[in-house]
C-alpha cells in the first residue's frame, strides 16, 4: 500500500531518546487499496517495514472451495495435547466413563492410534483427517452425573457450551453435521423456528487448522481436543438449552431460535465437538465499571491481532462482543501504586479472542491461504439484526471500492462481484479489517459502559485523536490505520504502551511482536531474522 510522501506525527511526542521514532511509521491518508497484481511484482526490501512486507502480493490466490481436498496440504507443526477435561483423567488415576467410548467401524489403516496398552498419542489429531477417524461419543459421556454443562454463546454455525468438572473446565464448541434429525413439530413452525444448516466436515477445516495455528498466541483460545458426539441429548443438555434461549428472549424478544432444540437429537444424529480452554465471560456478558478496564480490553485485542498478523497474516471478520471473552487474573493496581506511566495493564484482566469461523489465515509464503468464502451466503451483508451487521458491509465495501464508503444493503446482492482488483476474493490479506472490529469494540465498549460518568468521559478525552483515525466514517482526509499492527505502534509511539510490556511470557512469540515494532536494520542492532516466531518462509527479494 502506497505511504504519503510527506512525514506526519501523531499523538504526544515521545519522550524516549529520538532514535526511537525510526520504530513507527506514519498513517497513511487513507487505508486505501490499490491493486495486488501491482505489489505482487514490486521489489521487496529487506529493509522495509516489516508489517508492509506482510500485507503485499497476494493477488493469485484464490479461495478454496467448500469441495477442496486438504489432503496434499502441509500439516501444521504437531506439538503436545493440552489436557482436555472430558477424555483426559487426571495422572494419578484412570476415570472410566459410565459407558466405553463407541468408535464408528473404519478401515484399519484409518483406525485411531492408541489401541489399550498403547502409549497416548502426545499430539492433536490434524485437521486433514477425516472425522471418521475421531472418537465418538455420547452426550451423556460430555456430561456425566456431577458435571455441570452451560450454554454460554452461538457463534458462526456452532453453538458453545461450558463444561466444569473434578478435571477442570473447557469451552466446547458443537457442529451439527450432515446427519438426520426430527422434523419441526407445528408450534415450532409458527413461532419461526429457523433451524441452522448442518455442516460438512470440508466447511469446518478451515476453522480447525487457523484455531491450530492461533493456538500458541497469547491472547488466543487455547485448542484441546476435537471429536464426534452422536445420538440423543442427555436432560442437562437440554435444559442448559432452555435456559439460554429463555435468556435471549428476555434481551431481544425479537430474537429468533437458529439451534434446534436438543429434544430433537436422534441416535443418529452426530455432531463435531472442538474443545478449547476456557476463557472466562463473554464481553457481552461482561460489566464495564472502569477506563483501566476499558483500555486493558481494547489493547489486549489489538496486541492479540498485531501479533497474529505478523505470523499467519490474521484477519478475524467477526470480532464482535461475543467472540472476546474477559477472565480476571489479578487484582487491579490503583493510580497512586503504580510504577510506570502509560495506560496499559493495570485493570488485572486477561482478554481472549475466540471463534475463527470467518476468518482468514495463511501458514506459510508458499501455500494457499485459509480463508471462509462469504460470496457463498451475502444475507450476512444485507441483515441488519445487530449493529455488526455493519462491520460485515465495511468489510465488503472495503475489498470493492478500497476505501471507508460503506455501501448499504441493497448494494450486496451480486456475489463476487467486481472491486478494484477484479471479482472480490476473501483470500486476499486485508487487515483493515481487524482495524473494523477494532473500531467497532471501541464503540461498544464506550456504549455498553456501566461505571461512572468521569471515568469514561476521561478515556474518550484520552483517545479522541485515536478515535479520530481509527473511526470507519471519518472524512476521507483524516487520516486512518491500515491494520492493527499501526494502531499498536500509536499506541507504544503515544506513551499508552511500554516496548517492555510486549517482552514476555511466550518468547518465541514475543520475538514476533518485536518484529511488528523494529523493522529489520542491521546497523540498527536488531534482533537477527532468525529468531521471529513466524513459520513463514522469508519473501524471495529480486537482484
Not at 103 to 109: A, D, G, L, Q
Not at 238 to 252: G, M, N, P, S, W
Not at 265 to 286: I, N, P, Q, R, S
Amino acid at each position: 500500500m502506497a505511504k504519503p510522501s510527506t512525514t506526519r506525527g501523531y499523538g504526544k511526542r515521545s519522550r524516549k531518546p529520538p532514535t526511537t521514532r525510526r520504530l513507527f511509521v506514519e498513517l497513511p491518508q487513507t487505508p486505501l487499496r490499490t491493486s495486488k497484481l501491482v505489489l505482487a511484482d514490486e521489489h521487496v526490501s529487506d529493509d522495509d517495514d516489516v508489517v508492509a512486507n506482510l500485507t503485499q502480493g497476494l493477488s493469485s490466490i484464490k479461495i478454496q472451495d467448500e469441495n477442496t481436498d486438504f489432503t496434499d496440504a502441509p500439516p501444521p507443526p504437531r506439538r503436545r495435547t493440552r489436557q482436555s477435561v472430558l477424555v483426559d483423567p487426571p495422572e494419578d488415576k484412570v476415570i472410566r466413563p459410565l459407558t466405553p467410548p463407541r468408535t464408528e467401524p473404519t478401515p484399519p489403516e484409518s483406525e485411531i492410534e492408541g489401541e489399550e496398552g498403547e502409549e497416548e498419542p502426545t499430539s492433536t489429531l490434524q485437521p486433514q483427517e477425516e472425522a471418521k477417524g475421531l472418537q465418538v461419543l455420547s452426550w451423556a459421556e460430555i456430561c456425566p452425573p456431577g458435571d455441570s454443562i452451560v450454554k454460554i454463546a452461538e457463534a458462526s454455525y456452532a453453538e458453545v457450551y461450558r463444561v466444569t468438572n473434578e478435571r477442570g473446565t473447557s469451552i466446547i464448541k458443537v457442529i451439527r453435521m450432515s446427519s438426520p434429525i426430527k422434523p419441526q413439530t407445528k408450534t415450532q413452525q409458527k413461532s419461526g423456528l429457523v433451524d441452522e444448516e448442518p455442516h460438512s466436515e470440508s466447511d469446518l477445516k478451515g476453522e480447525l487448522q487457523i484455531s491450530e495455528w492461533v493456538a500458541d498466541i497469547p491472547g488466543f483460545v487455547v485448542y484441546k481436543e476435537r471429536y464426534i458426539v452422536q445420538g440423543k441429548a442427555c436432560r442437562e443438555l437440554l435444559e442448559t438449552h432452555q435456559a439460554f434461549q429463555k435468556k435471549l428472549k428476555r434481551q431481544d424478544p425479537g430474537r429468533l431460535q437458529f439451534y434446534p432444540s436438543p429434544s430433537r437429537y436422534l441416535d443418529d444424529t452426530k455432531f463435531l465437538v472442538v474443545e478449547l480452554g476456557d476463557a472466562g465471560t463473554a464481553l457481552e456478558d461482561f460489566e464495564l465499571m472502569t477506563a483501566d478496564q476499558l483500555w486493558d480490553i481494547f489493547f489486549h485485542v489489538t496486541i492479540a491481532l498485531a501479533r497474529a498478523e505478523a505470523r499467519i497474516e490474521f484477519e478475524h471478520r467477526d470480532l464482535h462482543e461475543g467472540n472476546l471473552c474477559i477472565r480476571k487474573v489479578g487484582e487491579p493496581i490503583p493510580k497512586d501504586e503504580r510504577d510506570r506511566t502509560g495506560c496499559f495493564g493495570f485493570s488485572g484482566l486477561e482478554i481472549t479472542i475466540l471463534d475463527y469461523g470467518l476468518s482468514r489465515a495463511q501458514g506459510d509464503y508458499d501455500s494457499e491461504p485459509v480463508a471462509y468464502d462469504l460470496e457463498r451466503d451475502l444475507s450476512i451483508f444485507t441483515s441488519e439484526h445487530a449493529a455488526q451487521c455493519r462491520v460485515y458491509r465495511q468489510m465488503r465495501s472495503f475489498m470493492l471500492r478500497g476505501d471507508r464508503v460503506c455501501l448499504p444493503p441493497e448494494d450486496h446482492k451480486k456475489p463476487y462481484a467486481d472491486g478494484i482488483d477484479g471479482p472480490i476474493t476473501w483470500a486476499v490479506h486485508e487487515p483493515y479489517t481487524n482495524v473494523l472490529w477494532l473500531a467497532y469494540l471501541y464503540e461498544w465498549m464506550v456504549d455498553n459502559f456501566s461505571g461512572l460518568k468521569k471515568e469514561l468521559n476521561s478515556f474518550k478525552r484520552a483517545t479522541k485523536e485515536l478515535w479520530s483515525h481509527l473511526d470507519p466514517e471519518a472524512d476521507e482526509s483524516v487520516p486512518g490505520f491500515e491494520s492493527a499492527s499501526d494502531i499498536l505502534r500509536y499506541a507504544v509511539e503515544i506513551g499508552w504502551i511500554d516496548e517492555d510490556q510486549l517482552m514476555g511470557g511466550r518468547d518465541e512469540v514475543e520475538k514476533s511482536i518485536l518484529s511488528i515494532l523494529a523493522p529489520d536494520d542491521a546497523e540498527s542492532g536488531a534482533a537477527d531474522r532468525s529468531v521471529r516466531r513466524s513459520p513463514r518462509k522469508h519473501r524471495p527479494t529480486t537482484e
